[in-house]
DNA sequence: CAGAGTTTGTTGAACACTCAATTGACTATC
DNA sequence: GATAGTCAATTGAGTGTTCAACAAACTCTG
């Protein structure tokens, strides 16, 4: 908003990049909104919860240490910690000791956090393609997916969300495949 | 996640989808979370507000139909119902009946209000441009744009943020400028 | 104009997220 | 081997969001 107030130096967006930031916010909050209201209809589990039973069901023995699930889930510990309660509570996720270091915590995921995982998947993938690949051309998928990985390179700046990748005993590093 | 369960007929996504979906869910949280963060940090205002302080400083009078401000940012009527309460405690934005539509109410940014918000903007804008302006050229912007028009297409499904263009008295139907 | 259906907007409860503070355990330094 | 500093993870309070239910006003149809 040029011309708002006292700005001198500040270096306002440009009328075109403008638009694109009301239309990124605009297509980020239908696209997840709708993919999060279908998720939570059709089978009760938030899309937060949902992209942690993912990234456990990718993990060797279905099981990471925390730290390292919260930094996988682009999440905060705290809100990790809360999250993992809840799914343990719904006997979806289990917490156990490590043995070399004890003050971490695996999260595992229970067989029947894995056939909640199973049922969900089917109609959410559905989803996701409906509000985003059917949308788009193959050549934009490339771009969003340049774009994308563009803006998440250098990560969250100074939150707590960002741990070592190094933990417990030796891990895959991310090396997990599909979502 | 293909070979999970009993799926046959079942269209998961390909791997290349999969990777852009995975990016694309990583870039948003990196970006919003990050925009976010420096706005509640540096101007105590949560990303939403500050979106409704916004739609309401471009309108004519500064003031908007509640249903037409729920639709403009991209909000579900109740989230806006509690989101103008908030406000309203600041002093930032107050409610008027509408005269033609007893039903009707009109939310007003006022000048504290909109002191508030020139108050924030730089810095906003300034983290915007650096989370995504900086990071991406201009033919991908462009990109972005293409993208994310195509993606927000059609609006949410089913959802009640979805309200009748038309208000009470003639309106510019969402003309307005800058952001 | 009576009644059904729709639209506007609010409310309260349940739930999720954020932030700051805290505990317990590891690590480096002297 | 004490001490200070860091790291992993949790906790609780405060705040924001969602969902379903609701009240009041409008509109359409007969």
Redesign the interface.
């Given at each position: 908003?040029?011309g708002?107030?006292a700005?001198s130096e500040?270096?306002?967006?440009t009328?075109?990049?403008?638009?694109?930031?009301?239309?990124?916010?605009?297509?980020?909050?239908?696209?997840?909104?709708?993919v999060e209201?279908q998720l939570q209809r059709d089978s009760g589990i938030p899309f937060g919860y949902y992209?942690i039973l993912?990234r456990l069901?990718?993990a060797p023995d279905r099981s990471m240490r925390m730290s390292q699930l919260a930094e996988a889930s682009?999440s905060s510990k705290s809100r990790l910690s809360h999250a993992v309660a809840r799914l343990e509570e719904r006997g979806w996720v289990e917490r156990l000791d490590c043995e070399t270091d004890r003050r971490g915590q695996f999260a595992r995921l229970t067989d029947a956090g894995f056939?909640a995982?199973?049922?969900a998947?089917?109609s959410h993938?559905?989803q996701?393609?409906r509000?985003?690949?059917d949308?788009?051309t193959p050549e934009?998928?490339?771009?969003?997916?340049?774009?994308?990985?563009?803006?998440?390179?250098g990560?969250?700046?100074d939150?707590e969300a960002i741990g070592c990748p190094l933990a417990c005993d030796g891990e895959t590093d991310g090396t997990a495949?599909?979502?």
């Open positions: 908003m040029p708002m107030a700005d500040v270096r306002w967006l009328a075109e990049d403008q638009r694109t930031w009301r239309a990124f916010l605009v297509g980020v909050v239908t696209l997840l909104s709708t209201a992209e993912v069901s990718e682009t056939a995982l199973a049922a998947a089917p993938v559905e996701v393609r509000s985003l690949f949308r788009i934009q998928v490339r771009q969003l997916d340049a774009i994308m990985t563009a803006i998440a390179a990560g969250v700046p939150a495949e599909a979502g």
